[in-house]
Structures are given as C-alpha cells and as structure tokens.
DNA sequence: CATGAATGAGCCTTCATTCAT
DNA sequence: TATGAATGAAGGCTCATTCAT
C-alpha cells in the first residue's frame, strides 16, 4: 500500500539516524574516557575538574554529561573501561596461546601485564575507588575485575583438572596473586631499574608462580616458562 | 655586652622551653595523624577537610597549620608514620623470630601484612599520591618503603648464602613480591570471603612464596611453613 | 515585473499557507503554554527548564524558540492566557447570570474564583513576575488584570445606579477587594481545612462582601447570597 | 582554693566570649537579611545569587553558609523575619489601642498593613514558596503566618464575646480577609492612583470590613471608624 | 601558643540559547 | 518547518588558607 521507496527511505532513515546517534556516543564517550586517561596521568582523577576534562576531551562541559550522569559516572567508565581492555587482551592472548591450560594461564598474565604497562595512569585509578564511588559504583568494578579473575581461573581450574599443578592448590589464590602481580607492575614498577621492562617482568613472575603451582612431573614440559625469569 | 645572668638564665631556660616545646609538637603532631588516618577511613583523603581534620584532632585549624606546611604536608606525614610503623612491626617480629633467616622472612611478611591490615585505611594513600605530591615528597615516600624492603632483604640474603633457597633466584623480585602480596590484603581483600582474615592469608601467602623460593633441600625444615596454607 | 501566474498562484498558494500557518501556530502556541502551566504545578517557573517544557510539550527545544522569543515570552503568554481564561469566565458566568446586577457581580466573583481554583499553580506565576519580567511585559499583564476587573466594576456601577449598594461606595475598592478574595483563595487556600473547598468559599466571602457593600433596603432581595455563608 | 580573680575572670571571660558571638552571629545573620530584602526589591529571589547577596551584605560568600544552611534558608529567614516584624507591630499597635477589642483589632490590622508597606518587596516571597521551599520550610513559614493571625484572631473572639459582632460570624474568614487585604496593599497598590497611600488603604478597607462585620448595636460605637473610609 | 572567623578561588552542575542538519 | 546536539556562562556550595585577636 504505502509505497516501498518511501517505506525503504523511512526505515532506512531512522536507522541511519540510530546508526549516526550510536556512532556518536561512541565517538563521544571514548573523547571523554581517552581525555580523562591522559589527564589522571600523574594528577589523580579528584585532582581532575570536569572544565579540564572537558577542555581536553575538546568538547563542552555541558555535553560530557549528557553522555555521563556526573564526574562519578566518568571514573566508573574509565575504570570499565581499562576492565574491558584487559578482559579483550586476556581472551585473544589466550585463544592465540592454544590449547594448553598452562600456555593459556602463562599467555592470560602476561596480557594482563601487558595492559596495564600501555595504561599504568589509569590503573591507578582501580586503587582510588574506596570512598569516591558509591557502593554501587564500586560494586560494579568489583564485578568486572572479578569477571577478569574468571577468564584466568577457568585456565587454572583446566590446569589442575589435567594434574598440572600441584594437588589441592588453592585456585583462587592463584589467580589473585597473579592480579596483584600484573596490577603491581602498574603501581610500582619505579621498584626496578629503568631497563627493566615488561617483558622480562612477565617472564620472571611467570616462573616466579610458576614454580609456586606447577606440579612436579608439568616442570620438564614447562622448563621454557621456568627458566624465563632467570 | 650581655649580662651573664641573663645568658646563664636564658639558657636554661631555653633549654626547658625547648624540651617542652618538642614534646608539644610531637603531641600535637600525633593528635592530627591520628585524627588524619581515622578520618581517612572509608573516605579517602581528598574527602576530609581540614576543618574536619581540626575537629577530628580536637585542635584549631589554624594551629594545623603551624604544624604542617598544609594539607600536602599532612599527608604525607601519614603515608610516612604508617612506612615507619610498618618498619617497627618488621624489625621487632623479626627479632622475635630467632636467628633463622627463613623464619624471619616469614615473620617480616607476617608482620608487613598485619599492620597492612590494622591500617587498612591509610595504606591506601600510598596509592593515590602518584600526583597530588610533589615529586620531592614522593621521593620520600618511596624511600621510607624501600627501606621496610631492606629490612626483608637482607633476611632473604642471608637466606640465599646459607643455600636455602633455590640458586640463582632474584631477591629482588622476591622482596617486590612479598611487598604486593602484603599491600594486596589491604587494597583487595575484598576478593575474600569474610571468614578469610589475616591470618590465613599470610599462611597461605608464604606457603605460596615458599614453594616458589625454597631450594629443595630446606622444603622439610619449614615443612610447618609449607603446609600452614594448605 | 513579476510574472502574473506566478503572482496569482504565489497569492492563493500563499494564502492557503498562511492558513496552515496561522493554524500550526496556534496549535503549537497551545501545546506549549498547556505543557507549561501543567510543570509549572508545584515547582514554580524557575523551576522547569526549556528542555523539560519541551518535552511535556512534546516539541523540540529549537521550536519553542520559533514561537516564542525566549523563556520571559513564554510566562508572560503563560500569565495572559490565564488572564484570558479568567475573562471568559467571568462573561459567560455573568451573561448566564441574567440581568440583575448583583447577581451579575456575585457571577463573576464566583467564575474568577473558580479559575483560580483550577489553575492554582499558574496563577502564583502572576506574584513571581515583579523583576523577572520586563516592565513592559508586567504591563501588559497588569492591562490584563485591570481589564478583568473592569468586567467586574460594570456590573458593580449598574448595581451603585439602582441603589443596590451603599451609597457613597467606592466602587474601585470593591472590585479591589474581590480580587483579592478570589486570588486569596489560590495562594492561600492551605489556611482551611481539607474539607472547605471552593464553593463553601464563595458563598462565605460573597456573604462577607455583600454585607459590606449592599444597600439596607436590597438586603431581603439577596437573602439567599447573604445566607449562604453561614 | 582557687584565685577568685581567676575565677572570676575565667567565667566573665567565657560569658564575654559568648557575648560577642552572639553579637556577632545577630549581626552578620542582619547584614545577610538586610542585603537580601534590598535585592529582591524588584528581582525576586531566584535572580538574586549568592554572590551577589554576599557583595551586597559586604560579607564573603562562605561566610553566609557558616550562619545559613543554604540559599533556602535565606528565604525562610528572610520571610520568618517579616513574619516576626508583623508580629511585634501588631502586639504593640494593639497593646497601644486600649482594651477595647474592636479597636485592637483596628489597631492590628492597620499595623499589619504598615509593615506590609514598609517591607512591600520583602513581602512578596511570602509567595515565592511553594515549591521553591521544602515542604519543612515552607511549614514554618505557614506556621509563622497562623501566629500571625491568632493574634488577630483573638482580639475578634472577644468583640464576638461581648456581642459587638454579627452573631454566628466566622471568625477564621474574618481574620483571613485582613490578612488578604494587608497583604493585597504590599502586592497590588500599583491598582491605586499614587496619591492613594497605605493610611487611606487602611481606612477604607477597616471601614469595610467592620461595616460586614460589626453588629448593628455596635456601628454607632465605632462610627469613626466606620467612616473613615468614605 | 592557640583560635576560629573570614576569605574567595574554584568545583560540579544546570540550563537558556543557538545552529547545523 | 522541525530537530536536538552543542555551547558556555553562571549558580550554589566547599574548603584550603590566612590573620586579627
């Protein structure tokens, strides 16, 4: 009945008016996040005003929160943000490391690490949440950091399963310690020398942990991850 | 030209004034950081102000102020009084433990954890200086906790020249990591269930370290070490 | 110069334009002085931005600003529409009240009270305006008021002429005080009961003022008004 | 046992302490009131910011929050302080009246119609309120109103008593009526011509209401007042 | 030495208004 | 004609710091 070019044209217009609103928030958003990145590089995100955000994100103050309900809703959004990065890196480093659990945990670290060395300033922020952010808020970084935790601790969880760690080995340490490893390269890498980098960091709190959890007869086919660090 | 009466006076008095004055300013000094770390709880430090500070404190604002250079001055006056603190607590509980240097190693991260753990709340200041302090007073932080690393070093070093640990390792990365291992209880012990204290972390963190240092030879004299996370 | 066809098409094509115009703009005019005064209940004007009025409107921003030159212009239509409505009630209820000048002033007071009933909350606007609006916009709304009074002042001089009234009455001061009465009742009607409502405050207050204001020998002829208060 | 002197000293010393900062708060708390009703002498309150109140009051603008909670709290003050002003005019003006009712109540509206006069801009945020205030707020300024009148009210109960009123009046309306006609001067004088000042306001408006009023026994009594409208 | 009243720069947030589409 | 994204000035409020007492 009604005819279909226009019809074509008017589904096709408001999808495409979707389509431009969605790539602009998009757009919008990553300003906002990549401009509050750069900024808390070495000021601390209280020391951060929405005029200097916005200055940087060249954007107005006005429009950052039309797209955020308030300064609280942009460190959310940074800290999810980073959470998500490392979520991404984990997976794909692991899918690419193959099948072996081991591999995968070795792999899911060092992407980890790897993260948090190309966004040490906004790492720190993870540590800057206790009474800033709303328990809600905070819950909700909570929430992705352990989802983070997953991804690692069902390659561990594999690893043990295949008796490649050490029997009754307490999973959940596990995988905190190698947080708090990658997240300690991030807050206090100013503890080594400057040549030190990330790589050889990785390698050697692989083995570090490594020679922590593996079990005796996984050393042999492992020895390449155990002698990294030295 | 002066009269030396006067001088003799003057000096003695002076000398009295002086001593009284110095317990004053160290009074006085402790009210604010106590009253700083108490206030700090649960808000950060950005959040307490210093009308709040002087409240707190029981002292005036002003007097604050002819204490402290300002607010910068304050905190890092807290960052340092917990590193000192956490100095005491390792040397005292190291001493405690004897003249075996594996002991002592585990006694100083046992140490560094509950006082990590008792200060909860300020140990999380450490974590947000990176900018709001001058890089001179960070120094200063960063000084005061490579020197609670010292103390655990030099444990670890002898350690490794009685040949109880594994040849070769980097006691430098050792040390690092009993230092994350410990800040991670305050930053993150939410990961835990709430019947998980101290206590059991600690056992379960140096079984872990341990594992991963010990040479073999030495894994059936600290088998109580060994086996306390399990 | 211009090309007769064009001219006549462009006239009768205008003309139907305009028709569609004049249409749209009352229609839009409408739309948006009803969304106003329907957010102005309970907040007051200052309180609702263009953006909210534009969405209660359902319209866009930019639209309003086609109609109307700014927020001043949209109160100011706001306060004469109601001046407005307050017009049409107190004709129709007069001219219902058939031809005795009483009646007719009673009708009246009767219909302005009643609109200030039902718009409560626009007619506060009318006490808000003092500063916030241009003189010239406070006199067009003050023209408003006084002619509303005038409708009133009518049938009050009728009643004066028949010797209804006390002579020597100031004529100027009842209507004033029938104003009052009746916007009395909109500012401040929270002073009786939840039970006392509209009517039972006309009767009263059309009691008060006729016992005021009628002559002794009309007294038995409006009994029924006189009474209706008690 | 302890030096009277000092004694003495210490309790005057606190006394005068308190002394000036009660002194102190009252005056700073006038400067602020003082300041606001200049402004909204044609601004209204919403157009009147902090910081111009705070430049008009010649006091910095944190100041005002140390002696108000918020702009809020100005408002109220500013209100509860006519409130009281009309409060002491009334009781005075009809303590000066004698003990004839009818005259105190007179007298008591014609104070209320003075201070109205006098404070004409601060008046008019008596109907700023409604949801520009707190629901707590504006209840204390109702309350402060109903205060208002009760005084009012009280002298009508005795004319009823001694008979001097139309029986079966009601009394609530009555006072109610002067309210709206004292306030009606403050709000709506502009209907008047300029010569019309507030003593020829309060004249016709007490003959008015008195001739709606009065018991037919007690007009020859107050036949002064009666007339002085005319 | 000690106080706390006073200051005012600066922060987060809102919203009237414009303009490219 | 109609939209609503974008702007940025301005508002309420806080708080580090000073200074007269």
Redesign the pocket.
Known sequence: MADPQELADGLTEEEARREI?DV?IRW?TRQVLDAAVRLMNGNGF?????????KEA??????????F????DVVVAVVLDLVGEIQSAISERMAAAGADPVERLAAGFAAYCTVMDSHRNASLLTYRQSGVLSSQARNRVKMGELSNLSTLRKAAAQAADAGLLIPGIDLDLLVFDLMLLAQGWALKSWHFPPSYDVGRYIAAQTAAVLRSSLADDARQTYRHLLEAGA
Chains 1, 2, 3, 4 share one sequence.
């Open positions: 609103s602009r919008r209280h020391a951060v005003s929405m005029q200097a955000l916005a060249d954007i107005s103050v006005g429009l950052i929160y039309k797209y309900g308030g300064k609280e």
